[in-house]
């Protein structure tokens, strides 16, 4: 693992790698920091599976969103610091105990040199199981090359397409073009494994700014294809600093939420899922059928 620390688009360059040294702008230090992790039955179909999703919730994240529901741990850290034998044990226990689909790796990216290294390990004894990594998108194509072999399917978010919004609410400088050239370059390496597909993009609709959901859309439909699995998220829900920062104090409407799914259907993507609009209507509907499934919230 090398110094300074540049996994992230912000690139803040930490000197984090090494005992002594100081965390990031994330707040990651020289050791994997786990929230919480076992099988998850809300992702997306593919996803979850018939055993669930093996989702392994990390501490940290590179972006600090205002309305972000897991503050404590993405904001302020809670959770456990964990030695890469530790993490390897967390990884084999939902493997080999829990028999989940996959390894869904939340918010990972400040932790990549310790997944790797405990897949490794794991790889050595035969438990191997393909990886998703799950993440608000906010990434560097250089570091998705470079761990590639931790991104069997890509769960990215399209969160902004405006610059401006992406740093008033989620202080992430240039997310517009990181997260686009993230898609891209998952789209265009193909693959996927299994039922696996290699990208599903997941669009959470944000009060007062679903024009940009749509232009995300448009974007998604123009320059990489309609045929990538989406996801239409109705699920907002203010918390945390959203609760005194309008637009975002508040739920997005009906009228919000239809222009985004209506924007979907339009631009002919097929391939992907719809949440029901009512919170207390969790469900994914296949886009342009009225088939369901269970989904719950991921973040
Ligand atoms: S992952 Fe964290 S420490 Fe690394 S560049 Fe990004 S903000 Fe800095």
Redesign the pocket.
């Known amino acids: 693992m090398a110094d300074p620390?540049?996994?992230?688009p912000?690139?803040?360059?930490?000197d984090?790698f090494r005992d002594g040294g100081a965390p990031?702008?994330?707040g990651?230090g020289n050791l994997p920091r786990l929230f919480r992790w076992g099988p998850h039955f809300g992702e997306e179909p593919p996803i979850t599976g018939e055993r669930g999703s093996g989702c392994i919730f990390f501490s940290r994240c590179?972006m600090k969103c205002l309305y972000c529901q897991n503050s404590p741990w993405s904001w302020r850290g809670a959770g456990e610091d964990k030695s890469v034998t530790e993490l390897a044990d967390v990884m084999r226990q939902l493997a080999v105990a829990d028999r989940v689909e996959n390894w869904n790796l939340v918010s990972p990216?400040?932790y990549l040199p310790f997944v790797r290294e405990a897949a490794h390990m794991l790889a050595k004894e035969g438990v191997r199981l393909p990886f998703v990594w799950n993440s608000s998108g906010y990434e560097r194509v250089e570091t998705l090359e470079e761990y590639a072999g931790l991104c069997d399917c890509a769960l990215f978010d399209l969160r902004y397409s405006s610059d401006e919004t992406a740093v008033a609410a989620s202080q992430a400088p240039g997310y517009a073009a990181s997260a686009r050239a993230a898609v891209k370059w998952a789209w265009g390496r193909g693959g996927g494994t299994g039922a696996l597909p290699p990208l599903v993009v997941r669009i959470l609709v944000l009060p007062g700014h679903a024009d940009e959901a749509i232009e995300n859309l448009a974007w998604l439909a123009t320059e990489v294809s309609s045929e990538v699995p989406v996801s239409v998220m109705a699920q907002y829900t203010p918390a945390y600093k959203a609760l005194e920062t309008p637009p975002f104090d508040r739920p997005v409407t009906e009228e919000e939420y239809g222009s985004v799914t209506e924007a979907a259907a339009d631009f002919g993507f097929g391939n992907g899922w719809v949440q029901g609009f009512e919170a207390s209507d969790p469900k994914l509907a296949l886009l342009g059928e009225n088939m369901g499934a269970d989904h719950g919230t991921v973040r």
Do not use: D, K, N, V
Not at 5 to 8: A, F, P, Q, R
Not at 10 to 14: E, K, M, P, Y
């Open positions: 620390c540049e996994l992230c912000r690139r803040c360059g930490a984090r990031g702008w994330c990651a590179t990216t400040p």
